[in-house]
């Protein structure tokens, strides 16, 4: 296996995350990587980008918030088979490229580190797989996030549909992905194998060390993404609990 990756890292109030997340880019076992950068304005924080320079990254930044779709338009400018977008909270292990390439070979489609499986209707998760309850084998997943690794032509998929102008743009971009997937192609959504045993195949190993303070997006923003699931829903995106 020696496609090439785009590994996208973006910020937005966690510079403190940084240096560690890239040193576990240049540790991947597949090597084949390139690393590029979206910062979602400095927010007046004293942002340290060095270790972005150090190793090459290719970095745009921006000086307005757009929110967690910006990565995805930044995505366009990959040169890569594949890519593998990252949030700021979350450190890959060293063998989590690895793994989505092996994934993928047998289930194509779009990739992630934590998979929800919903209650009908409900944006409260029935099941969670992944980082934060261990699957042994590949499991399929209503969504997937924390990161998103998927063939670089999924773009024209994301894409074919435009979210509302009148949306805030903090979130839901996961909820549709998944759905533009599955009402334009065969393909699924699905997390990697994360093993009790072996973090370096994980897509996130500091998920509560990270994932949980005063900036995460779920402190406040779980309603907005509930109401987009259901909207989501209404237009036609099918649960597995509902199949």
């Known amino acids: 296996m020696n496609e090439k990756v785009a590994i996208i890292l973006n910020g937005f109030r966690r510079n ?19 690393l ?27 000086n307005k918030n757009y929110g967690v779709w910006s990565r995805f338009a ?5 040169r890569a088979d594949y890519i593998c977008i990252i949030d700021d909270d979350t450190i890959p292990g060293n063998r989590w490229i690895e793994n989505c390439l092996k994934t993928h070979e047998t289930n194509p489609g779009l990739l992630g ?16 797989i992944g980082w934060d309850q261990n699957n042994s084998t590949i499991e399929q997943a209503d969504i997937v996030g924390h990161n998103w690794f998927f063939h670089r032509d999924l773009l024209s998929v994301f894409w074919r549909e435009l979210p509302p102008i009148t949306d805030t743009f903090l979130v ?20 990697p194998p994360h093993p009790t045993d072996d973090k370096s195949l994980w897509g ?31 237009q036609g995106f099918r649960l597995m609990e509902s199949n």
């Open 113 to 128: 580190t934590i998979g929800l499986v919903f209650k009908e209707n409900s944006y409260n998760p029935k099941r969670r």
């Open 36 to 62: 590029m950068y979206w910062q979602n304005t400095l927010h007046g924080v004293g942002y340290d980008l060095s270790p972005l320079f150090e190793n090459g990254a290719e970095v745009a930044i921006s």
């Open 204 to 234: 996130s190993i500091n998920a509560l060390k990270y994932g949980t303070d005063g900036n995460a997006t779920a402190n406040f923003a779980v309603p907005m993404m509930g109401e987009f699931l259901k909207r989501s829903i209404s």
């Open 172 to 191: 839901g971009e996961d909820i549709h992905f998944s759905h533009m997937i599955q009402k334009y192609t065969t393909l699924k959504t699905w997390v």
């Open 74 to 78: 930044y995505s366009l400018n990959a």
């Open 16 to 34: 403190h995350t940084l240096r560690e997340q890239v040193e576990a880019i240049k540790t991947q076992s597949h090597k084949n990587c390139t």
